[in-house]
């Protein structure tokens, strides 16, 4: 099974517009993080926002906020007012363990988002 | 504060050709990972140093892939001989620490070619 979900290849929105990306993922651990990365033409991976397992409100950075739903097992992120600048590629990523031998790191397939001016 | 760096940013080798990435992270962070990026996909771990110690290095295809991480400060990866399924992005990361809120620096990432 995939260890994280994103299901939309391909989305996009108006210039100042709202915009959910979703994510699902899948995991027996009770505790474990999630990333969403932005990745823009240029290439480069840049952290947008972190949610932990424990976390008991949804993470916000800024335009970015973090739709956390554990039974569900999903993290969709939330961008408000959308800008130019957002036009990107956005992965959402797990990590499980604490960082000993059982730590592992994975990434989805990537949405990739287009603002339209 | 200097970020991620790597060299070279683009490689383009034969098949059967050595070749080698170069990686120096943010200072401070004893987390390194390097990763390999198909096109369209997301990238995918090939190993992970804690300080000089390769603690996860599950999916580095040992055949061909090998890494150092001297001195617990930059590393180098490589591969010997490349193959045409190597042509991918391979990018390097750090982090202050690999568990907790601490999230992964990304450097530029190296674009191999094999022809």
């Known amino acids: 099974a995939q260890k994280i979900t994103q299901t939309q290849p391909g989305m996009f929105v108006q210039e100042k517009e709202a915009v959910t990306l979703d994510c699902t993922y899948d995991?027996?651990?009770?505790?474990?993080?999630l990333f969403w990365y932005k990745q823009p033409s240029s290439g480069e991976m840049i952290f947008l926002i972190y949610q932990g397992s424990y976390d008991e409100q949804n993470a916000t950075e800024g335009r970015y906020s973090l739709n956390f739903q554990k039974a569900r097992k999903s993290a969709n992120l939330v961008i408000s007012a959308s800008q130019l600048g957002d036009s990107a590629m956005y992965f959402c990523?797990?990590?499980?363990?604490?960082?000993?031998?059982?730590?592992?790191?994975?990434f989805g397939k990537g949405t990739l988002l287009t603002v339209n001016p | 504060e200097a970020g991620v760096v790597q060299s070279p940013r683009y490689k383009i080798i034969e098949k059967k050709q050595p070749v080698a990435f170069w990686c120096n992270p943010i200072s401070g962070h004893n987390t390194l990972y390097w990763y390999r990026q198909n096109l369209g996909q997301g990238p995918e771990l090939l190993i992970r140093?804690?300080?000089?110690?390769?603690?996860?290095d599950s999916q580095l295809p040992k055949d061909r892939f090998s890494a150092e991480r001297l001195k617990g400060v930059d590393s180098t990866l490589k591969i010997q001989p490349a193959e045409l399924g190597d042509s991918a992005v391979y990018l390097c990361?750090?982090?202050?620490?690999?568990?907790?809120?601490?999230?992964?620096?990304f450097g530029p990432g190296t674009r191999l070619t094999v022809t």
């Open positions: 990523a797990m990590r499980e363990g604490d960082g000993g031998s059982n730590y592992k790191l994975t």
């Open positions: 990361a750090s982090s202050l620490k690999s568990w907790g809120p601490y999230e992964q620096y």
């Open positions: 995991t027996s651990d009770q505790s474990y993080g």
């Open positions: 140093y804690e300080n000089e110690e390769a603690v996860d």
